[in-house]
């Protein structure tokens, strides 16, 4: 595709030709899968079931014509034998009809533990692959937009596995059949009327339905819009209440649904078209060979049972044929929603563990960022060389003004993204040389905004430590100064915290995630502002623990409040990404320099604080 042309309609299909080839080739394995010897006994046997039910759905009409024939006089001579011949083969057309339904329905009962199986794979490969992207891609990320894809794509799964092992073959299978009978039985005339009703039947169904297919990608994009929005706009509840907003974010998601209205009914119209032109088609065809097999009869070269019989055929080959056009359009769907999820399965993972990577070995929990350089973006540098050391079990607070890259220390220690210079070390090991498990496992972190998960108080703060006994994460809670108010509730520790925790204040959900990682008890402690959203007198208690929990550790502390970390071993004073001064508090201040004079601004404003109080 030449630049600076906007792709065409043949251009998208074109594409989605190409990613509906990729995404088969993707799912195709799951019907197949190497060592899982039991998957593919179930899927022999369903392809055999579905064999016997096509066979007798195809000769299901040849007791019918029978029966026919014999009630007309056209079979037996006796009237008694007659009677009794018709009633055997109705009785035994019926039991084909049942056998044929029987059969496709033990199909399904064994395919349905294979088919599950893929969808729960696929699914949790999904899940894990969304943990396993950066930070860099979670921050611009859409969340609702996200849910969207996923949860269509593995809808998708379940289907498009039944297409390719249900549909299109015995689709084929089925009209052969029918083709050599109408061949054999009657002449070839009738199969050729058959097969050009069937040509242009799928004919104008693939061109239709690619037609459709683009305007129900544009309606995905409006329903991934308006779900985003809606997420979005629900997730932030507070902020639209505190800027009156909700008229606005109505008339965004309103906006957003107008979009998908319109598809929706451009949808609703092809599919109304679709629907109508393959009725003429198979009306057009089911009356010639109607009019042919009367003129047939009528000569005397056919029954009222042949009759019958053609008849039975057409409405049969019918069946799959409308099949065919639905599985078509919906197998089209969901190449393309499958597709946006593989898209997002093939999302590299910026942060990624070297092969054969050991697990980290934290003897004594030194800390050292070496020359560090480092940058969200290429063209503007964050970390322009940023060099400190962490002695093992000393406390080290990193200071400085909006922007100076504090925080982007944290993220790099906890390996969120991999210096562009430089290195960082514990013990020694560079982080990106281990696994980043064992690396999440020796860090706890206490940020600034705790995020808690839609559940029980417990249950947060188990997920410290889960195999933690009950004691251990009362002892944790106590620690952090939050059992008395848990055990004042109505349910105590079973209590849910609301989504996001937003049932809970901002210093409990604080004191909640100071509690996980004190359970956590990890040797090497990452502080980011960690008593911000508590008031003076809890935040003395906390703090007070924070010490006794740092007693032995590797503590970083990331602070604005300077009143904070007036006790660490050293303060490192940080400014447009360098190291600007470094030493005690009483050596800083006393050097009257950033450091000195950042503390006097925060002085002088809580004496006025006080003043006013």
Do not use: C
Not at 242 to 269: H, L, N, P, V, W
Not at 327 to 346: G, H, K, N, P
Not at 418 to 435: E, F, Y
């Amino acid at each position: 595709m030449r630049r600076g042309r906007r792709p065409t309609t043949a251009d998208l299909s074109q594409l989605d030709r190409e990613r509906g080839m990729r995404t088969i080739r993707k799912v195709a394995p799951y019907l197949w899968p190497e060592g899982q010897a039991w998957v593919k006994r179930r899927v022999v046997l369903a392809l055999l079931a579905l064999v016997l039910a096509k066979i007798v759905s195809v000769l299901t009409p040849f007791l019918y014509k029978a029966a026919v024939d014999s009630l007309t006089g056209e079979g037996a001579s006796d009237a008694m034998l007659m009677a009794v011949s018709a009633v055997g083969l109705t009785v035994a057309y019926g039991m084909a009809r049942l056998m044929s339904t029987g059969f496709q329905q033990l199909r399904d009962a064994i395919f349905t533990r294979v088919a599950q199986r893929a969808l729960r794979r696929l699914a949790l490969e999904t899940f894990t692959h969304i943990h396993n992207l950066s930070l860099r891609y979670h921050i611009t990320r859409k969340t609702g937009g996200l849910s969207r894809i996923i949860e269509r794509g593995v809808k998708g799964v379940e289907f498009l596995l039944r297409f390719l092992l249900f549909s299109i073959g015995p689709l084929v299978l089925e009209l052969l059949m029918v083709g050599v009978i109408f061949a054999l039985a009657f002449d070839i005339w009738y199969l050729a009327v058959v097969a050009v009703v069937i040509a242009a039947y799928m004919k104008f169904t693939f061109v239709v339905t690619d037609w459709r297919v683009q305007i129900r990608r544009k309606m995905n994009e409006q329903d991934t819009d308006a779900n985003q929005k809606a997420i979005d706009s629900l997730l932030n509840f507070e902020t639209v209440k505190y800027f009156g907003a909700e008229r606005r974010e109505a008339e965004r998601y309103d906006q957003a649904m107008a979009g998908y209205e319109e598809a929706a009914i451009k949808t609703s119209y092809s599919l109304a078209f679709l629907n109508f032109g393959q009725a003429f088609l198979i009306t057009g065809g089911l009356i010639a060979v109607m009019v042919m097999a009367a003129m047939g009869v009528q000569a005397g070269t056919l029954t009222v049972g042949d009759f019958v019989m053609v008849n039975a055929y057409m409405i049969q080959i019918t069946m799959p044929l409308n099949f065919l056009g639905t599985v078509y359009r919906e197998i089209r769907q969901s190449l393309i929603d499958m597709a946006d999820m593989f898209d997002l399965l093939e999302q590299p993972a910026e942060v990624e563990d070297r092969p054969g990577a050991p697990d980290l070995k934290v003897t004594g929990g030194t800390v050292e960022f070496r020359d560090v350089r480092f940058g969200y973006d290429p063209e503007r540098p964050i970390l322009k060389g940023v060099s400190i050391q962490i002695p093992a079990g000393r406390k080290v607070a990193i200071v400085g003004p909006s922007g100076a890259g504090k925080s982007t220390i944290g993220r790099l220690l906890f390996r969120f993204y991999d210096v562009g210079d430089g290195a960082v070390l514990i013990d020694g090991q560079d982080l990106r040389d281990v696994t980043q498990e064992s690396l999440h496992a020796q860090i706890g972190v206490v940020p600034q905004d705790t995020v808690l998960f839609n559940d029980t108080i417990y249950y947060n703060i188990a997920y410290g430590r889960p195999e933690a006994t009950r004691d251990e994460i009362e002892a944790a809670a106590r620690a952090a100064k939050i059992h008395d108010f848990i055990a004042g509730l109505p349910l105590g520790y079973e209590t849910l915290v609301g989504e996001r925790g937003l049932k809970l204040s901002g210093g409990e959900k604080q004191r909640v995630g100071i509690a996980r990682t004190l359970l956590k008890n990890p040797p090497i402690l990452l502080l980011d502002e960690a008593t911000s959203a508590l008031d003076s007198e809890t935040e003395a208690g906390i703090q007070a623990q924070l010490k006794a929990m740092g007693e032995g550790r590797t503590v970083i502390a990331i602070a604005h409040r300077l009143s904070t970390i007036v006790d660490a071993d050293e303060i490192v004073v940080l400014e447009e990404g360098r190291v600007v001064e470094r030493g005690t508090h009483e050596a800083l201040v006393a050097r009257a320099g950033r450091y000195a004079a950042m503390w006097q601004r925060q002085q002088a404003g809580e004496d006025e604080d006080i003043a006013a109080a």
